[in-house]
């Protein structure tokens, strides 16, 4: 997985077709259909940083909900993993399971020092451009605020 760049504000996200925590499968064009779409990856369930992040993504939920943007948390855990983190921290939102990292490579999504899997929230207009990509392991829950200034600054 080194070498791998991850994309860049103005590039198209790829599309992508993965099962959520219910296993019901997600996908990225469709879902865009509906609204512009924050999809954050982040390392692992239940450690101690994604479930800061995916709470402060759970507590400010209804903000994005009004920005017309749909969230989707993105690891390589499994469906049943999923589940069951999503269900101890009541998420509102979709977990999609990428357990054999397809998505996390065409997003450029890689383990920081090989060792931690990277933690990048991408926003994605309807027109499916990226609006942001923002990295930042240490700073689990900043990504919620940097995701909803640029849902917010899109044109209505």
């Known amino acids: 997985m080194f070498g791998l760049k991850m994309l860049a504000k103005g590039q198209q996200a790829p599309d992508f077709t993965l099962p959520d ?3 019901n499968l997600q996908n990225l ?4 259909t509906r609204g512009p779409a924050v999809v954050y990856f982040y390392p692992r369930d239940e450690t101690a940083g994604c479930t800061a992040q995916a709470c ?6 209804a903000d994005f909900k009004d920005a017309g943007a749909e969230v989707f948390g993105v690891s390589d855990d499994s469906v049943e993993v999923h589940k069951a983190f999503a269900k101890n921290h009541r ?5 999609l399971a990428d357990v054999d990292n397809a998505v996390h490579r065409a997003y450029g999504v890689t383990p920081t020092l090989g060792l931690l899997r990277g933690r990048i929230t991408y926003v994605i207009d309807q027109q499916g451009t990226i609006v942001l990509a923002f990295d930042s392991h240490i700073r689990a829950t900043a990504h919620i605020g940097e995701a909803l200034a640029a849902l917010r600054a899109l044109p209505k």
């Open 56 to 61: 402060k993504f759970r507590d400010e939920y």
């Open 91 to 95: 998420l509102p939102f979709r977990l």
């Open 29 to 32: 064009k469709t879902i865009l």
């Open 21 to 23: 925590q219910d296993g």
